[in-house]
């Protein structure tokens, strides 16, 4: 592949002129990368040994109000290589029944979780004098059958098993060896040397990885057309790490515990971890479940004041049965700690939304690493990093949480990105998290480390990203852009400079020469400090290329509109819609002088637009012919935009009068699509296909794949792959002509998104999902695409792009994630690129990186501008390697985590199952969790523990598991499945983080009290409130922003003032059941609402409807359903999915 590429006009900032001319190395060297293995197939596995039971409860002294005792559930650990050994039947957790099968023992009232508000209840822990077991008979219990394994790492080494599994390859430690990693701190450094470490000090090496036509047209006259965290007691250090000056100072006194650190290791982890099945218990022998609860719902606790309807009827719905093999046990009692605590001491201030960037939630390190005066700038890879190490202190991020004792773990405002441990000089110039991060900031020496710690190694890309707001992109007009002559890695801020004429690639570690007009600084227009030059100060940079990297001249701006005139398009309204759009935008449209248009319209026929300069007015060409079709006037269907704006805007005023009265509702969308790509074959540029129905006639006709009885079925979901290969044919042939294609789909019938997303996925194109449009019935959704349409017409974008992603040495790319084509192992096709476009990766670590303090990724975007300029963005982010697990733990994002993790399984649903999906994202959490307590921690505690970094995971699993993609046993529209799935491949993590999890927050009482001001602007800022019912109460309003859609839920009791000053009515039975807009009203409270909901739309691309709901409205089941902590017909509570995994991890 030659270097030449691919530019476009983005970004703002400086434009700096460079000397004479040097021709650069050419092209983007595609480097030998591994073949991409995908991931293997779920697999069955032996049976456990018998199910594990730990020793007696031994309550230990109160500490404070109250004292945690031994675990619940904690491990004995038994004899190395796996074996299970069953104690006495005296501990309080045994497994034996389904998850709701909760049965208090005798003289203990039922089972019920403390309140989030008010203050802690009297606890005293439960006394256990006697072995007896407090469960039924164990014969109650089914025997397990197998279990099934579910992994996303790739990489593992093999492992004896008697089928295929997904396997972390982590060999067990020799029996002799203490239980648990880092026994005490090291003497001195452990980390990062600059040398090579000792060979008897690193981790072993990874393991290997598993491998025209004769067709006739009329010309007719255009004319009427009919028929054609909170925190409890204080947590104990558990790292092995000491606080300077406390070397001496003791513990507090902890419960006595089954762990023995002189007995063999715990053995492996179980490799299958199934979610309960939602559905109806076994029935048989299995144990039966306990009547249904009349009052409040099992599984939720006490109440909060006016407890709602919902709560009975959702809540205490069926109980729920355990999966097989693997039954959540009887619980006698919550752990009493469990109660609503102060903040986090972590928490962030409140700054909202979480696309904000916001400062650290951690505490401020102190400098570990001072620079000497006049030392290396930050081009320079300083000694300093010799010392880089996690081992000095206990950091914020490894801070110990028992996630079954602190309750408000969720922070008050955004979670911002990891700070990677870098030295500063390094960190002030790394790229910016919004645009590239990564799931770990600190990467594993090798992919065994990477294997223990369970936790997925990917980035995550926002390469487009508009960037003349929040960030400076210093744009470089150079006749030499810098590369390695090896590797091609564009120059930035982490090379090495041995001299003033030589520099040292980050990734490959050649050694360049600077070239002569490089020794220029054009900002300070001075001569011989290369170091100074913009492309080593700056992480993110825009280059306009010269001519080398263009394979043909650079090509215009062409759109072409591709439209639905269906009878059920014209029903829906949305023609006008769009005309009045492009009417109203036609002069905003990205491009130049050269720029063309052309339309399409279609319903059993293919109708051309003739629009050629010269005719009074446009000339419709009808083509019947949609076996064989072809395009009537090819040199007149696309015009000049300038040159013909006036025919282009007469057609605009009258396509919609064209087609009122048809009745034609056959849907022709194959033979469109196939006459677009002839169209624009020559020229490349951009679809717009605007669809409201199955397409029902030619190439490409669907039929209707959907039992709408199967919808809130709990089994696999079915369908979820493409029904016919045609459109994904059809978008590859468009992307080897860089021809991409977005879709509207404006329908209330099903469309089969599964099949036509392919023409828009292949092509890097761009899916809109607007479900139930009319121009009538729904408004809010006509309000949403009006606005959506304004955005995609207006907004810059990249012609005949392709983005090269590289790593440095020992690291390689196996998986890409969104909307794309890969040409080569690290080449990705992308006709079009917007600014709303996201991508994502998976890493694997080839060889070990034992002689590497960092290692750098870079993205390089190479696109054509709207005006016609070669331009080249690239974006560079280096991070620190680590040898140790904590260290790895420590620089866990767990965003990125649950964002890399949400594309795996969006893959895997389509793949084998949807059901699969579910197990593998589960096992994430298990796995990680399970690893982090047996291997990161050196003293082990009761409960289910994660360090504070992780503290949210279990979480942001759940809320993927209640996500309308992945649910089960909830109705959910096969196309909104499929739409939503489609979302969170494709969206930026910032955006797909308010559909995971969204924000709730209260409104009826914002207060100017730690506002922003922007813009003249005074924003409120209330606090992020937790995803759950005990939050609401009937005398409030409260906002969800769930990324698309918003809902304001008003209590039947709310503030009158609110609804008279903000809401606009006189009382609660005054306000509409179909209100979609706030009323702009003179009032303080009425400015206040308005201000922060507005800013909170600011933050995004695409337009969130608002939904205004009472609280007797239809739409309530909404709102509901988002909230993700509480327990419905089909889903575990929050509480009830952390004693799951700690069931998991103590087996």
Not at 523 to 539: C, H, L
């Given at each position: 592949?030659?270097?030449?590429?691919?530019?476009?006009?983005?970004?703002?900032?400086?434009?700096?002129?460079?000397?004479?001319?040097?021709?650069?190395?050419?092209?983007?060297?595609?480097?030998?990368?591994?073949?991409?293995?995908?991931?293997?197939?779920?697999?069955?596995?032996?049976?456990g040994a018998g199910?594990?039971?730990?020793?007696?409860?031994?309550?230990?002294?109160?500490?404070?109000?109250?004292?945690?005792?031994?675990?619940?559930?904690?491990?004995?650990?038994?004899?190395?290589?796996?074996?299970?050994?069953?104690?006495?039947?005296?501990?309080?957790?045994?497994?034996?029944?389904?998850?709701?099968?909760?049965?208090?023992?005798?003289?203990?009232?039922?089972?019920?979780?403390?309140?989030?508000?008010?203050?802690?209840?009297?606890?005293?822990?439960?006394?256990?004098?006697?072995?007896?077991?407090?469960?039924?008979?164990?014969?109650?219990?089914?025997p397990p059958p197998a279990a099934m394994s579910h992994n996303y790492y790739p990489n593992q080494p093999p492992q004896q098993s008697p089928s295929p599994a997904w396997q972390y390859g982590a060999a067990a430690p020799p029996a002799a060896a203490p239980h648990g990693a880092m026994r005490a701190p090291p003497s001195g450094p452990v980390g990062n040397h600059v040398g090579p470490m000792n060979p008897a000090a690193t981790l072993p090496p990874p393991q290997p990885s598993p491998s025209s036509s004769s067709a006739g047209y009329a010309p007719t006259p255009l004319v009427p057309h009919s028929t054609a965290p909170?925190?409890?007691?204080?947590?104990?250090?558990?790292?092995?790490?000491?606080?300077?000056?406390?070397?001496?100072?003791?513990?507090?006194?902890?419960?006595?515990?089954?762990?023995?650190?002189?007995?063999?290791?715990?053995?492996?982890?179980?490799t299958g971890h199934a979610m309960p099945p939602m559905g109806p218990p076994p029935m048989g022998n299995a144990t039966p479940p306990p009547p249904k609860a009349e009052g409040p719902a099992a599984g939720n606790g006490h109440q909060a004041p006016y407890a709602f309807n919902h709560l009975e009827n959702k809540m205490a719905g069926a109980p729920q049965s355990g999966p097989p093999g693997r039954h959540l046990g009887h619980y006698p009692s919550l752990p009493p700690g469990y109660n609503n605590t102060p903040a986090s001491p972590g928490a962030a201030p409140?700054?909202?939304?979480?696309?904000?960037?916001?400062?650290?939630?951690?505490?401020?390190?102190?400098?570990?690493?001072?620079?000497?005066?006049?030392?290396?700038?930050?081009?320079?890879?300083?000694?300093?990093?010799?010392?880089?190490?996690?081992?000095g202190n206990t950091p914020e991020a490894l801070r110990v949480v028992n996630l079954l004792q602190e309750r408000n773990l969720l922070p008050a405002g955004p979670i911002p990105a990891p700070t990677p441990p870098l030295p500063q000089d390094l960190q002030k110039v790394n790229c910016n998290p919004e645009v590239f991060r990564c799931t770990l900031s600190s990467i594993p020496q090798t992919q065994s480390l990477l294997n223990k710690a369970k936790l997925p190694l990917g980035l995550l890309l926002h390469p487009f990203k508009d960037l003349s707001v929040t960030l400076q992109l210093p744009v470089v007009t150079s006749s030499t852009i810098v590369?390695?002559?090896?590797?091609?890695?564009y120059i930035n801020p982490f090379v090495s400079f041995l001299d003033q004429r030589r520099w040292k690639c980050n990734l490959c570690f050649r050694v360049n020469d600077v070239p002569e007009e490089f020794m220029y600084n054009p900002i300070s227009r001075s001569y011989g400090e290369p170091q100074k030059r913009p492309e080593v100060q700056n992480a993110t940079i825009e280059f306009i290329a010269p001519s080398e990297y263009m394979l043909r001249p650079p090509q215009p701006a062409v759109y072409l509109f591709v439209l639905d005139v269906s009878h059920n398009a014209v029903e829906t309204g949305y023609l006008n819609v769009?005309?009045?759009?492009?009417?109203?935008?036609?002069?905003?449209?990205?491009?130049?002088?050269?720029?063309?248009?052309?339309?399409?319209?279609?319903?059993?026929?293919?109708?051309?637009?003739?629009?050629?300069?010269?005719?009074?007015?446009?000339?419709?060409?009808?083509?019947?012919?949609?076996?064989?079709?072809?395009l009537p006037t090819p040199d007149s269907l696309l015009v000049n935009l300038n040159e013909c704006k006036e025919l282009v805007q007469d057609l605009l005023?009258?396509?919609?009068?064209?087609?009122?009265?048809?009745?034609?509702?056959?849907?022709?969308?194959?033979?469109?699509?196939?006459?677009?790509?002839?169209?624009?074959?020559?020229?490349?540029?951009?679809?717009?296909?605007?669809?409201?129905?199955?397409?029902?006639?030619?190439?490409?006709?669907?039929?209707?794949?959907?039992?709408?009885?199967?919808?809130?079925?709990?089994?696999?979901?079915?369908?979820?792959a493409p029904a016919t290969d045609f459109y994904k044919k059809l978008a590859l042939d468009c992307s080897g002509q860089q021809v991409a294609v977005d879709l509207f789909l404006l329908s209330a019938q099903y469309c089969d998104l599964a099949s036509l997303g392919c023409i828009s996925r292949y092509s890097a194109g761009s899916v809109y999902y607007y479900p139930s449009y009319h121009h009538q019935h729904n408004p809010a959704q006509v309000e949403r695409f009006e606005k959506d349409l304004k955005r995609y017409l207006t907004r810059k974008i990249g012609f005949e792009a392709v983005m090269r992603i590289r790593c440095t040495k020992g690291l390689s790319i196996h998986t890409f994630h969104g909307n794309f084509f890969v040409r080569s192992t690290d080449l990705l096709s992308l006709p079009n690129v917007n600014p709303d476009a996201g991508f994502a990766v998976q890493m694997s670590i080839e060889e070990n990186l034992v002689d590497m303090q960092v290692v750098s990724f870079q993205a390089a975007l190479l696109y054509t501008s709207s005006k016609g300029e070669r331009r080249i963005r690239v974006h560079t982010l280096c991070l620190p390697v680590v040898n140790s697990l904590t260290d790895v733990f420590a620089g866990a994002d767990v965003q990125a985590v649950t964002g890399l993790l949400a594309s795996m399984a969006v893959d895997r649903s389509v793949s084998a199952s949807l059901g699969d999906a579910r197990d593998a994202m589960t096992n994430a959490a298990i796995d990680s969790l399970a690893s982090y307590r047996h291997a990161a921690l050196t003293i082990q505690q009761p409960g289910l523990l994660a360090p504070a970094c992780l503290r949210l995971f279990p979480l942001y699993v759940l809320a993927l598991l209640k996500q309308k993609a992945f649910r089960t046993g909830t109705s959910t529209r096969l196309d909104d499945r499929v739409f939503s799935m489609c979302q969170l491949k494709f969206q930026p993590l910032v955006y797909a983080m308010l559909m995971i999890h969204p924000t709730l927050y209260r409104v009826d009482d914002l207060s100017d009290q730690?506002?922003?001001?922007?813009?003249?602007?005074?924003?409120?800022?209330?606090?992020?409130?937790?995803?759950?019912?005990?939050?609401?109460?009937?005398?409030?309003?409260?906002?969800?922003?769930?990324?698309?859609?918003?809902?304001?839920?008003v209590g039947r009791s709310c503030n009158p003032s609110f609804l008279t000053q903000v809401l606009g009515v006189p009382d609660y039975a005054a306000l509409p059941q179909n209100m979609y807009q706030l009323p702009e009203l003179e009032t303080a409270e009425s400015q206040r609402t308005r201000a922060f909901i507005g800013w909170l739309r600011e933050q995004r691309p695409f337009y969130p409807s608002l939904h205004i709901i009472r609280d007797d409205s239809p739409q309530k089941g909404d709102f509901m359903q988002n909230m993700i902590e509480d327990r419905t017909e089909s889903a575990l509570s929050y509480y009830e999915f952390l004693l799951h995994i700690q069931q998991q991890i103590s087996k």
């Amino acid at each position: 592949m030659s270097s030449t590429g691919f530019n476009s006009r983005n970004g703002t900032g400086q434009t700096y002129a460079n000397g004479p001319s040097q021709n650069p190395g050419m092209g983007f060297n595609i480097g030998s990368q591994a073949p991409y293995s995908p991931m293997p197939t779920k697999g069955p596995v032996a049976p456990g040994a018998g199910l594990y039971n730990s020793g007696p409860y031994q309550p230990g002294p109160p500490a404070g109000p109250y004292q945690p005792g031994p675990p619940a559930g904690a491990y004995q650990p038994g004899p190395p290589a796996g074996a299970f050994q069953s104690g006495p039947q005296a501990g309080p957790y045994q497994p034996a029944a389904p998850v709701s099968s909760y049965h208090p023992p005798p003289g203990q009232p039922p089972l019920t979780r403390p309140p989030m508000g008010g203050p802690p209840p009297t606890l005293t822990p439960p006394q256990s004098s006697s072995p007896a077991p407090r469960m039924p008979h164990a014969q109650a219990t089914p025997p397990p059958p197998a279990a099934m394994s579910h992994n996303y790492y790739p990489n593992q080494p093999p492992q004896q098993s008697p089928s295929p599994a997904w396997q972390y390859g982590a060999a067990a430690p020799p029996a002799a060896a203490p239980h648990g990693a880092m026994r005490a701190p090291p003497s001195g450094p452990v980390g990062n040397h600059v040398g090579p470490m000792n060979p008897a000090a690193t981790l072993p090496p990874p393991q290997p990885s598993p491998s025209s036509s004769s067709a006739g047209y009329a010309p007719t006259p255009l004319v009427p057309h009919s028929t054609a965290p909170g925190s409890g007691p204080g947590p104990v250090p558990l790292h092995g790490y000491t606080q300077p000056g406390n070397a001496s100072s003791t513990p507090p006194p902890m419960a006595p515990h089954p762990y023995q650190p002189a007995s063999a290791p715990y053995g492996a982890l179980p490799t299958g971890h199934a979610m309960p099945p939602m559905g109806p218990p076994p029935m048989g022998n299995a144990t039966p479940p306990p009547p249904k609860a009349e009052g409040p719902a099992a599984g939720n606790g006490h109440q909060a004041p006016y407890a709602f309807n919902h709560l009975e009827n959702k809540m205490a719905g069926a109980p729920q049965s355990g999966p097989p093999g693997r039954h959540l046990g009887h619980y006698p009692s919550l752990p009493p700690g469990y109660n609503n605590t102060p903040a986090s001491p972590g928490a962030a201030p409140p700054m909202h939304p979480p696309m904000q960037t916001a400062p650290s939630q951690y505490p401020p390190q102190p400098q570990l690493y001072p620079q000497p005066p006049g030392g290396p700038g930050p081009a320079q890879m300083s000694s300093s990093l010799a010392s880089l190490s996690l081992q000095g202190n206990t950091p914020e991020a490894l801070r110990v949480v028992n996630l079954l004792q602190e309750r408000n773990l969720l922070p008050a405002g955004p979670i911002p990105a990891p700070t990677p441990p870098l030295p500063q000089d390094l960190q002030k110039v790394n790229c910016n998290p919004e645009v590239f991060r990564c799931t770990l900031s600190s990467i594993p020496q090798t992919q065994s480390l990477l294997n223990k710690a369970k936790l997925p190694l990917g980035l995550l890309l926002h390469p487009f990203k508009d960037l003349s707001v929040t960030l400076q992109l210093p744009v470089v007009t150079s006749s030499t852009i810098v590369r390695c002559r090896s590797c091609r890695t564009y120059i930035n801020p982490f090379v090495s400079f041995l001299d003033q004429r030589r520099w040292k690639c980050n990734l490959c570690f050649r050694v360049n020469d600077v070239p002569e007009e490089f020794m220029y600084n054009p900002i300070s227009r001075s001569y011989g400090e290369p170091q100074k030059r913009p492309e080593v100060q700056n992480a993110t940079i825009e280059f306009i290329a010269p001519s080398e990297y263009m394979l043909r001249p650079p090509q215009p701006a062409v759109y072409l509109f591709v439209l639905d005139v269906s009878h059920n398009a014209v029903e829906t309204g949305y023609l006008n819609v769009v005309c009045q759009s492009l009417l109203d935008n036609i002069s905003a449209l990205p491009g130049d002088t050269r720029t063309k248009v052309g339309f399409i319209t279609f319903d059993s026929t293919i109708h051309f637009y003739n629009l050629q300069e010269g005719l009074s007015q446009p000339q419709m060409l009808i083509v019947s012919d949609i076996e064989e079709i072809f395009l009537p006037t090819p040199d007149s269907l696309l015009v000049n935009l300038n040159e013909c704006k006036e025919l282009v805007q007469d057609l605009l005023k009258s396509l919609p009068h064209i087609f009122e009265k048809t009745m034609e509702t056959q849907s022709a969308l194959g033979p469109a699509l196939q006459a677009a790509f002839k169209l624009l074959s020559p020229t490349g540029g951009r679809v717009s296909v605007f669809q409201t129905q199955l397409p029902s006639m030619g190439v490409g006709a669907l039929k209707s794949r959907e039992d709408p009885n199967q919808r809130a079925s709990a089994k696999d979901i079915q369908h979820l792959a493409p029904a016919t290969d045609f459109y994904k044919k059809l978008a590859l042939d468009c992307s080897g002509q860089q021809v991409a294609v977005d879709l509207f789909l404006l329908s209330a019938q099903y469309c089969d998104l599964a099949s036509l997303g392919c023409i828009s996925r292949y092509s890097a194109g761009s899916v809109y999902y607007y479900p139930s449009y009319h121009h009538q019935h729904n408004p809010a959704q006509v309000e949403r695409f009006e606005k959506d349409l304004k955005r995609y017409l207006t907004r810059k974008i990249g012609f005949e792009a392709v983005m090269r992603i590289r790593c440095t040495k020992g690291l390689s790319i196996h998986t890409f994630h969104g909307n794309f084509f890969v040409r080569s192992t690290d080449l990705l096709s992308l006709p079009n690129v917007n600014p709303d476009a996201g991508f994502a990766v998976q890493m694997s670590i080839e060889e070990n990186l034992v002689d590497m303090q960092v290692v750098s990724f870079q993205a390089a975007l190479l696109y054509t501008s709207s005006k016609g300029e070669r331009r080249i963005r690239v974006h560079t982010l280096c991070l620190p390697v680590v040898n140790s697990l904590t260290d790895v733990f420590a620089g866990a994002d767990v965003q990125a985590v649950t964002g890399l993790l949400a594309s795996m399984a969006v893959d895997r649903s389509v793949s084998a199952s949807l059901g699969d999906a579910r197990d593998a994202m589960t096992n994430a959490a298990i796995d990680s969790l399970a690893s982090y307590r047996h291997a990161a921690l050196t003293i082990q505690q009761p409960g289910l523990l994660a360090p504070a970094c992780l503290r949210l995971f279990p979480l942001y699993v759940l809320a993927l598991l209640k996500q309308k993609a992945f649910r089960t046993g909830t109705s959910t529209r096969l196309d909104d499945r499929v739409f939503s799935m489609c979302q969170l491949k494709f969206q930026p993590l910032v955006y797909a983080m308010l559909m995971i999890h969204p924000t709730l927050y209260r409104v009826d009482d914002l207060s100017d009290q730690g506002a922003l001001n922007i813009s003249e602007r005074t924003i409120p800022q209330p606090r992020e409130l937790q995803l759950s019912v005990e939050k609401l109460c009937r005398e409030g309003a409260f906002l969800m922003d769930a990324g698309s859609v918003m809902h304001l839920w008003v209590g039947r009791s709310c503030n009158p003032s609110f609804l008279t000053q903000v809401l606009g009515v006189p009382d609660y039975a005054a306000l509409p059941q179909n209100m979609y807009q706030l009323p702009e009203l003179e009032t303080a409270e009425s400015q206040r609402t308005r201000a922060f909901i507005g800013w909170l739309r600011e933050q995004r691309p695409f337009y969130p409807s608002l939904h205004i709901i009472r609280d007797d409205s239809p739409q309530k089941g909404d709102f509901m359903q988002n909230m993700i902590e509480d327990r419905t017909e089909s889903a575990l509570s929050y509480y009830e999915f952390l004693l799951h995994i700690q069931q998991q991890i103590s087996k």
